[in-house]
């Protein structure tokens, strides 16, 4: 990143007692940029978090927010604020007052604070309803007054820990798009903790992908979900094949009972070396048919999503999955009964090879 990155992290790392839950890490976060950190739970996102507003101190390592050094800055004094699954509002405030709080500690002027207040509240379109109290709100409204709290200091980092967990999932959806547009009008970095893959998927600039302490792959969303890189990432991100393989020669790999599949080797790995082969079910072809470098196959489940099938085949001694959009599904794949004779194809662009473990 050539411009002062918004938080730069060296060597962070936190133990508790022997229990190590983040594992050194150095990590940039760019201005204005929407950076999620992503992983099941347990993995030690919250902790980072933490380490980043001050709340926990580091076991070793340094925080710069904006090119200087916060290790001794209090939480209260970083350009930062947060936002939590369970904000607390203050009940007996009007929405305006909830947001105003914290200029009106900065004894802000007067006008500076309305200007600023009523800015926040179009910012989540919240501009209607200055003068309800919380109680009088819905759920994902109360969400939004919250937003509207944290952004209306200007800080140059919100930071937000699965803002959107108490939430159904048609308001999920909808909020995700809102953060995300609100995060670029404002223009203020976020960093956005979520156990949510396609939460992080829709909304991020880049994504962490964290497990067991360990920040395993930091890429864009198209770049995490097309080339993972590694067996936890490809199949904690989407649903992914992994076909267990061995390297045959340095960039041809082998299937017990399929023979040499199609993949794309990237790392140098032994002849020998076990693998995996990573592909994508939508990646697959699905034929009733022979086709060139197809593999034969029976249907052993099939399921309708709607818009998509999703197919279950046996090949060889593997189990895999194909995804086939409704619309794409021929006349002659559609009539075939589980238990019916099929081919599976993918192109070597879809197939990557990864370490398996
Ligand atoms: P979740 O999504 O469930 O919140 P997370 O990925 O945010 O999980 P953390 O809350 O960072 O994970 O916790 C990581 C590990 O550190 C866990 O094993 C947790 O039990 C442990 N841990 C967190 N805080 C403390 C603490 N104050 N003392 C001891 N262990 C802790």
């Not at 290790?71 to 699954?85: A, S």
Request: glycine share 8%; hydrophobic share 40%; net charge neutral.
């Amino acid at each position: 990143m050539t411009q002062t990155s918004a938080v730069r992290l060296r060597g962070i790392t936190k133990s508790f007692g022997s229990n190590l839950v983040v594992e050194p890490l150095d990590l940039e976060i760019g201005r204005n940029e929407f950076f999620s950190i992503l992983g099941p739970s347990g993995c030690g996102k919250t902790t980072l978090m933490r380490m980043i507003t001050g709340f926990e101190t580091p076991t070793a390592g340094s925080v710069e927010l904006d090119g200087k050094t916060v290790d001794r800055v209090p939480t209260r004094q970083r350009d930062l604020n947060m936002l939590f699954q369970s904000y607390a509002l203050f009940p007996h405030l009007s929405v305006y007052e909830n947001v105003a709080f914290e200029l009106r500690v900065r004894k802000t002027a007067k006008a500076e604070l309305d200007r600023r207040v009523r800015e926040a509240l179009a910012l989540v379109r919240l501009e209607d309803f200055p003068q309800r109290k919380p109680s009088e709100l819905s759920g994902g409204q109360r969400q939004r007054v919250a937003l509207a709290r944290a952004v209306v200091g200007r800080p140059a980092v919100v930071l937000l820990d699965e803002p959107l967990g108490a939430l159904d999932q048609k308001l999920r959806k909808e909020m995700q798009f809102e953060l995300k547009r609100m995060q670029r009008e404002v223009g203020i970095t976020f960093i956005y903790v979520t156990h949510d893959q396609e939460e992080a998927l829709t909304m991020s600039d880049r994504i962490a992908v964290m497990s067991k302490g360990r920040v395993l792959q930091v890429a864009g969303p198209t770049e995490i979900y097309d080339a993972p890189n590694s067996r936890f990432v490809a199949s904690f991100i989407g649903s992914c094949n992994l076909i267990d393989a061995v390297m045959s020669s340095a960039d041809t790999v082998e299937v017990a009972g399929l023979g040499p599949v199609p993949a794309t080797v990237t790392g140098g790995f032994a002849t020998g070396t076990q693998v995996v082969v990573a592909v994508r079910p939508e990646r697959m072809t699905l034929t009733d048919r022979p086709t060139e470098g197809s593999f034969a196959g029976v249907i052993s489940e099939r399921v309708f999503l709607g818009d998509e099938w999703t197919y279950h085949v046996k090949t060889g001694g593997t189990e895999l999955t194909v995804r086939v959009p409704s619309g794409e599904t021929s006349a002659a794949l559609a009539t075939l009964p589980e238990g019916g004779q099929v081919w599976v194809s993918w192109p070597t662009a879809a197939g990557r090879v990864l370490p398996a473990d």
